[in-house]
């Protein structure tokens, strides 16, 4: 008869290869003495729980451990990284037969072997399963967003037709007024004083050109293709030029510009002067368009740590809370095609709804930005709104070639550089 060899209690068993097993498998898996140790005290409660599952026959005692390690990777990690638990498991095998070889007898490493592969086994199948299923969720929910993406690219491009279309329907009509008349004035031959004929077109060709160049610049802005160009300049030379641009329009509608001399708008500062003028612009003629007659618009600012703060506010209509989160998004005004192209300096003269989307994108792309407040919106109190334009004051132009060739124009750059930018009118 055989010699019956004595069965260690699986007790026993796991108790001899859990120190062995534990340094194995989390000198592998871990990387870094900190998560080293955290993890060993995660292996250590798998042993305990991998126990009570031999003991009890029940595998299912494994669940909250394996949910808990499969949650602890988060979907992008299921996407990029090799190591997520599904792995961990699997090399948690050839590594338990290692461990087994080292301390136990070759009948014990049996036994042990006989009694985990079943639980890793079945702790592969949970933790699969769930890794898929977070799998298929991260990748339904990324597909999500891109249709909303493509819906709202969608939305935005037949915004752009329908606002385009009906934006350059007014002037196209302007010009072809003119042009007839003038034919039928030629056809009579009348032909000798065209000049008030001739200012209405150039009036409708205007307007048409600055929709136009606002829809190219939206255009670059939402594809980042908006090319700086930063040259030293002082905010109060851009306000003054802007103010002396406005002084007709606010002679004919009544309005008085407040301008006062602040904190920091002396100071040389870095940014393409073109282009934040178009951003004061567009907000200052805003607050020309929305205040009646009579009002009064203040500009104002103050010196914050890296930046110039220019406030421009108005006694105008003010805005309502809701319009308050739209009116930067590309056509906030769509659906008020009641307002549409009435003028560009007319009380409540409306547009494509482009001034402030453009204007934030400028700021956006100086690494600035722009934000209003009004207490809402009330045509017959005129609340007003205040827009808070912050503009980066960088001491040298972010391309240092660029800041090196204006170091160089030396001490006398308050007058040369910004004669070079003769689109401003700048007179210093
Ligand atoms: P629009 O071409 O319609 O003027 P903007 O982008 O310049 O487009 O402005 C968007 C909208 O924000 C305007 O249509 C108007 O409703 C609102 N708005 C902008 N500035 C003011 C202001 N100063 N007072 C009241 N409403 C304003």
Redesign the pocket.
């Known amino acids: 008869m055989p010699k019956k060899t004595a069965t260690t209690p699986i007790q026993t068993v796991l108790a001899k290869v859990r120190p062995v097993w534990i340094a194995r498998v989390s000198q592998e898996m871990a990387r870094g003495m900190e998560v080293r140790a955290d993890f060993e005290g995660q292996l250590s409660r798998f042993c305990d729980i991998l126990e009570q599952s031999i003991t009890t026959g029940d595998p299912a005692w494994m669940d909250p451990i394996l949910l808990d390690w499969a949650k602890s990777s988060t979907e992008t990690e299921l996407e990029d990284e090799p190591y997520h638990v599904s792995y961990l498991i699997n090399r948690m095998i050839p590594l338990t037969i290692q461990a087994s070889r080292e301390t136990l007898t070759k009948v014990q490493a049996l036994d042990l072997l006989a009694a985990v592969i079943p639980i890793y086994t079945y702790g592969l199948e949970v933790v699969a399963r769930y890794e898929m299923e977070t799998r298929v969720a991260h990748i339904s929910s990324e597909m999500e967003k891109v249709q909303k993406r493509m819906e709202r690219v969608d939305k935005s491009k037949s915004a752009f037709i329908s606002v385009a279309a009906h934006e350059l329907k007014t002037p196209i009509t302007l010009i072809e007024g003119y042009a007839s008349m003038m034919d039928d004035l030629m056809q009579q031959g009348k032909g000798t004083n065209l000049d008030s004929l001739l200012a209405g077109m150039n009036t409708g060709i205007g307007r048409l050109r600055s929709i136009v160049d606002d829809m190219i610049d939206v255009s670059m802005i939402d594809n980042d293709l908006l090319q700086l160009n930063f040259q030293p300049i002082q905010v109060s030379q851009m306000l003054s030029a802007l103010s002396l641009e406005m002084e007709p329009v606010l002679r004919t509608r009544k309005l008085t510009i407040n301008m006062q001399d602040f904190d920091g708008n002396k100071e040389w500062i870095y940014i393409d002067a073109t282009r934040i003028t178009q951003a004061l612009r ?1 907000v200052i003629n ?2 020309i ?2 205040t009646p007659d009579g009002g009064t618009i203040t500009i104002d600012g103050r010196k914050l740590a890296g930046f110039v703060e220019v406030t421009v506010a ?1 006694t ?4 309502s809370a809701e ?1 308050q989160a739209v ?1 930067f998004e590309k056509f ?2 769509l659906g008020r095609v009641d ?1 549409h192209s009435s003028g560009k300096t007319k009380f409540k003269g ?8 453009i204007a934030r994108g400028i700021l956006e792309a100086h690494g600035g930005s722009i934000w209003v407040q009004s207490p809402g919106h009330d045509e017959i109190q005129n609340p007003g ?1 205040t ?1 808070h334009i912050l503009i980066p004051a960088r001491a040298e132009a972010p391309d240092p070639s660029m800041s090196k060739l204006f170091d160089t124009l030396g001490k006398n750059k308050d007058k040369k550089v910004i004669e070079q930018d003769d689109t401003l009118g700048i007179d210093g």
């Open positions: 567009n805003n607050a368009k929305y108005d105008g209509i003010g805005i319009d009116i906030g005004q307002l409306g547009g494509p709804g482009l001034g402030l989307p709104s827009f």
